[in-house]
Every structure is written in C-alpha cells, then in structure tokens.
C-alpha cells in the first residue's frame, strides 16, 4: 500500500482593499470573481464558493496539503492585484490592504457558509466590511487591533 497525503481544511479568507476604499464596480467584480476560480484551479487549490464585494472578497477554500494558509492568501492576493492592474480593470492603479482573516470552519457548517457569501449583497446593506471583520474576529476570539491599512 503506498502512503499519500490527504486533508480537508475549510477555510474563510477576508482581505480588504487599500484603505477599505470601495474601488471595485460590479463588471470588476464580475472579473475579479473568475478569476479568483481560475487562479485557484490552477494552483490546484479547491475554491467552493467566492464573492467581491467593492472593498472586500470572500473565500470559502479547501487548503491543500502543499500550502500553508500564509502563502495560500499571498498567492491569491498578490497575483489577483497583479492580474487587476495588467489587466487594466480600473481607472487607477490597485493594491490589496495588508493583512487578511482566515477562518476554519467544519464540515458540517459549510452549506451554512456558503449561504452568507452568497448573499454578501444583502448582508451590507445593513453592516461594513469593517462591522463585519470585527464581529468575525470577536466571534473566533481573537483580539482586534486597530491598524492602518
């Protein structure tokens, strides 16, 4: 028998754009969506369900065992601001904001979080990105620090 490696690590990645500006229209967002399946699919990473919202994506991932989360989210965030500026896709040049959150979630709750990405329309009509990244971080138990991005 021989030995192979196998996991399944759901994961929930949050990052923002430079300064939380709401820079992304919807055709950019459209774009950004493929191409985040695209590049994910190309790095052999499996990526369930994603959503862009103007300042803010979300990622719902299952992280394969050649990556760590770190260098999963800067494959992801360095090549799609890459891909968004050679590509033209805005009136101005593109940067991502540093950092990002990455949230586990079980299998059991992926139906349940995959539901929330996809209706990330609705849901900030009510709440911002930065409402919503603090109350994820608050939820997980971690401490937020205020920084500048």
């Not at 929930?12 to 300064?19: E, K």
């Not at 965030?77 to 593109?94: E, H, M, P, V």
């Amino acid at each position: 028998m021989s030995l192979h490696s196998y996991s399944k690590c759901w994961l929930h990645i949050i990052f923002g754009t430079l300064n939380r500006e709401r820079i992304l229209h919807k055709e950019a967002r459209v774009e950004l969506s493929n191409y985040f399946y695209e590049y994910a699919k190309e790095k052999n990473i499996y990526m369930k369900i994603n959503y862009v919202n103007s300042d803010h994506p979300h990622l719902l991932i299952d992280l394969p065992t050649n990556l760590s989360i770190e260098e999963a989210v800067q494959l992801i965030k360095g090549s799609s601001s890459n891909w968004i500026n050679k590509s033209n896709l805005l009136n101005t040049k593109f940067s991502w904001g540093r950092g990002y959150g990455v949230f586990s979630v079980s299998e059991s709750s992926i139906g349940k979080v995959c539901e929330y990405i996809a209706n990330q329309e609705k849901h900030h009509k009510v709440k911002s990105f930065t409402e919503e990244y603090k109350e994820f971080i608050t939820k997980y138990g971690i401490k937020y620090i205020e920084i500048n991005c």
